[in-house]
């Protein structure tokens, strides 16, 4: 599968952004789907997970504030993204894993908070 991320940005504390992630090349509906972050100098972490059956999981840095959904119909996973801090900085990757767990990366889009 091929995943294109789109919807980062630039913003100021306390806005919001959508992140968008199209795949194309396969079935995307068997996919689970998620998006992780990388902020320099740290490890890629998990921001929210929403599997093909529509289970979701969200990071401790997400909780309460991002929204992951899908629509399978349109191939694309969306991160709603609230109440953004400057800690959310980072290139935020999509992510997806098929039924014998592998897993393709898309190219990563900015989003950058400013205080």
């Known amino acids: 599968v091929q995943l294109q991320a789109s919807g980062g940005g630039a913003v100021q504390a306390g806005g919001s952004l959508r992140l968008s992630c199209a795949a194309s090349g396969s079935i995307f509906s068997l996919y689970d789907m998620g998006w992780f972050r990388q902020a320099p100098g740290k490890q890629r972490e998990l921001v929210a997970g929403?599997?093909?059956?529509?289970?979701?999981k969200y990071g401790d840095s997400a909780k309460g504030r991002f929204t992951i959904s899908r629509d399978n119909a349109k191939n694309t996973v969306y991160l709603q993204m609230n109440s953004l801090k400057p800690e959310d900085t980072a290139v935020y990757y999509c992510n997806a894993v098929d039924a014998i767990n592998r897993s393709s990366w898309g190219q990563g889009t900015q989003v950058t908070v400013s205080s």
């Open positions: 929403i599997t093909s059956g529509g289970r979701i």
